[in-house]
C-alpha cells in the first residue's frame, strides 16, 4: 500500500483517490492542499485524515516536507508545471493530470525537473487503460495486422460537452486557461496515436481549422444575451441553459456547479435554478456571445519516420459524443466506435468456399469479455486501472502496458504542440526540428 495527499481535490482527483475507497490495501488517502476550504473539509471526512493534514495550497504542503509516498496533482492545467516541480523536489512521486504542460517551455522544464529528481511522474492518459484501446494495443502488439500503415481518429465533441467546457466553461479561452482545445480534449487521442506507433519517431505534422460557428455573426437574430433573463428564442434554443443543464440529465454538472458536490445543501434544483437566473453566472451566457477563442474544428495529419500517416479529425457540436479509430496494418484492419466499446479486425480473405465480401471478420465486444474485475466508473473505467498501476510504478512493481510515464507521454503532447502552431501558421511543421521557441498559439 502507498500513501498520497491530493494536491487539487477537484473532480478529476477525486476520480482517482476513490481507489482508496474500492481498494483500501492499495491506497491511503492521508491529506490535502486546496485553497477552497469546502473542498478540504469534503476530503478531510470523506478519507479519514485530521485537520493538520489539510494545506491552502501546493506551496504549504511542500514546505512540510515529504509526509507521503505520493502526491495526486488534479490542479487546473496552467498550475500542473509550476505545482509539480516543488513536489518532485520534495521527493514526491506524482501522478499528474493531463495536460501536463500547457507549453513547450513547461514541457522542458517539467521533463529537466524529472530526470533531475529521479522522482516518478505519471500522466492522467485514462484512454490507455480504458479496456477498448488497451485491447487494440493487445492485438497491435500480438501482430494481429502486421505493420500499421494508417491511423485514422477522430473525437466528436457533443453540443452539451463543447458549450458546458469551451464555450461558456472554464476551458473557452486559451488566454485564461492556458490550454488550446486539441490540448484540452484531444491529448489524449494523439497520446493513443504515439503509444501505438511507440518507438517510431514522428517527422511532421500539418493541422487546419479554426472558430467559425460559436461566434457573434452567427447569433439568431434576436437573440438575448443571457438564457434566463432577456432571451425570447430561449424555449427552442438548443443551447438554452435551462433545457441543458436544469431539465436534462446530462453528466457536465460537476463543471456548471462546481461547489455541489461539496455541499450537498447546495445540490437541489431551487439552488440550481437560483443560480441560472443570476446575471453573471458563466452558463447562462447566449453560446455566440461568450469571451470563448477555442476552435470549434481541427484535423491533424502526422507522419512518421516509418512512413505511418496518421490523421486526428476534432469535430465539435456533434448530436452524439464519440471516439472512433480505424487502424490499417499490412496484414489486416482495427476499427470501432469507443462509446460502442466494440472493436472489429478485417482480414484479407479469397477463400471461395466461403460466403463473404473478400474479408473475414472479428468482432470484439469489450461488453461481454469476460471482465471480472468488476471496475467500472469514468471513461470507461479507465480512471480506476491507471490509479492502480500508479501504485505498482510507485511501488516498483510491474506494471501494464498503459503505463504512461513522463517520457512516454512527451511526443504527444509536444505533437499538439506543433499542430496548433501548423495551424496557426498555416505551415507544416517538421517535429525534430519543433521546440519552444518554434512554438505559436491561438
Ligand atoms: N484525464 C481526463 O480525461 C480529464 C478529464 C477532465 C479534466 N481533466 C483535467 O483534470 C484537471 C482538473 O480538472 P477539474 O475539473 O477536476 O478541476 P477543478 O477546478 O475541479 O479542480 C482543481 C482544484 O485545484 C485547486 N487548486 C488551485 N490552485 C491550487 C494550488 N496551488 N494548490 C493546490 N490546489 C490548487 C482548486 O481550488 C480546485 O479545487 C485539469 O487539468 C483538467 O484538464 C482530465
Keep these: 500500500m502507498i500513501t498520497a495527499v491530493i494536491v487539487g481535490a477537484g473532480h478529476r482527483a477525486l476520480c482517482y483517490a476513490e481507489l482508496a475507497k474500492i481498494c483500501p490495501d492499495k491506497l491511503k488517502i492521508v491529506g490535502v492542499a486546496d485553497p477552497l476550504e469546502d473542498r478540504r473539509r469534503y476530503c478531510r471526512e470523506y478519507f479519514g485524515f485530521s485537520e493538520d493534514m489539510c494545506f491552502e495550497n501546493a506551496a504549504e504542503l511542500v514546505k512540510k516536507g515529504k509526509i507521503a509516498d505520493a502526491v495526486i496533482n488534479g490542479t487546473m492545467d496552467a498550475d500542473h508545471v509550476a505545482t509539480t516541480i516543488p513536489l518532485l523536489e520534495a ?5 499528474l493530470e493531463k495536460p501536463f504542460a500547457t507549453n513547450m517551455h513547461e514541457v522542458e522544464a517539467l521533463d529537466a525537473a524529472t530526470r533531475q529528481t529521479q522522482r516518478k511522474v505519471m500522466i492522467c492518459h485514462v484512454l490507455r487503460y480504458a479496456p477498448f484501446y488497451a485491447e487494440i494495443k493487445k492485438n497491435i502488439l500480438d501482430g494481429k495486422i502486421g505493420k500499421i500503415m494508417h491511423i485514422c481518429t477522430a473525437e466528436h465533441v457533443s453540443y452539451h460537452h463543447y458549450t458546458s467546457c469551451f464555450v461558456r466553461g472554464k476551458w473557452n479561452n486559451t488566454k485564461t486557461c492556458g490550454a488550446s482545445m486539441l490540448l484540452a480534449k484531444c491529448c489524449h487521442d494523439i497520446d493513443l496515436i504515439t503509444w501505438l506507433m511507440s518507438g517510431v519517431a514522428p517527422v511532421s505534422v500539418d493541422s487546419m481549422g479554426g472558430l467559425y460557428f460559436f461566434n457573434k455573426a452567427n447569433a439568431p437574430e434576436n437573440s438575448g444575451t443571457h438564457c434566463m433573463l432577456n432571451c425570447p428564442l430561449e424555449k427552442t434554443c438548443d443551447y ?8 436534462h440529465p446530462l453528466a457536465w454538472n460537476a463543471y456548471v456547479w462546481p461547489s455541489h458536490a461539496y455541499t450537498p445543501e447546495l445540490n437541489n434544483h431551487e439552488q440550481r435554478l437560483k443560480e441560472l437566473m443570476q446575471p453573471d453566472f458563466p452558463h447562462s451566457r447566449c453560446v455566440w456571445k461568450c469571451d470563448n477563442n477555442q476552435i470549434d474544428r481541427q484535423s491533424v495529419i502526422i507522419t512518421f519516420a516509418d512512413g505511418t500517416v496518421a490523421t486526428h479529425n476534432l469535430v465539435t457540436n456533434t ?5 472512433k479509430i480505424h487502424i490499417v496494418g499490412t496484414a489486416g484492419e482495427i476499427e470501432g466506435v469507443f462509446d460502442d466499446n466494440k472493436f472489429v479486425i478485417r482480414h484479407r480473405d479469397l477463400d471461395p468456399s466461403k460466403e463473404h465480401c473478400g474479408n ?31 501504485v505498482d510504478h510507485v511501488e516498483g512493481k510491474p506494471t501494464s502496458i498503459s503505463c504512461t510515464t513522463l517520457a512516454d507521454s512527451i ?20 517535429f525534430k526540428d519543433f521546440s519552444a521557441e518554434k512554438e505559436k498559439r491561438y
Design 91 to 95: 521527493g514526491y512521486d506524482v501522478l
Design 240 to 247: 438554452s441553459v435551462r433545457r441543458l443543464h436544469l431539465e
Design 319 to 323: 448530436a452524439r459524443p464519440m471516439r
Design 360 to 390: 473475414t471478420e472479428e468482432m470484439t465486444d469489450i461488453n461481454n469479455c469476460g471482465d471480472t474485475t468488476g471496475i467500472t466508473g469514468d471513461h470507461g473505467g479507465g480512471d480506476l486501472r491507471l490509479a492502480m498501476d500508479f
Design 411 to 430: 511526443n504527444g503532447h509536444k505533437l499538439v504542440f506543433a499542430a496548433d502552431t501548423a495551424m496557426v501558421e498555416h505551415n507544416q511543421v517538421f
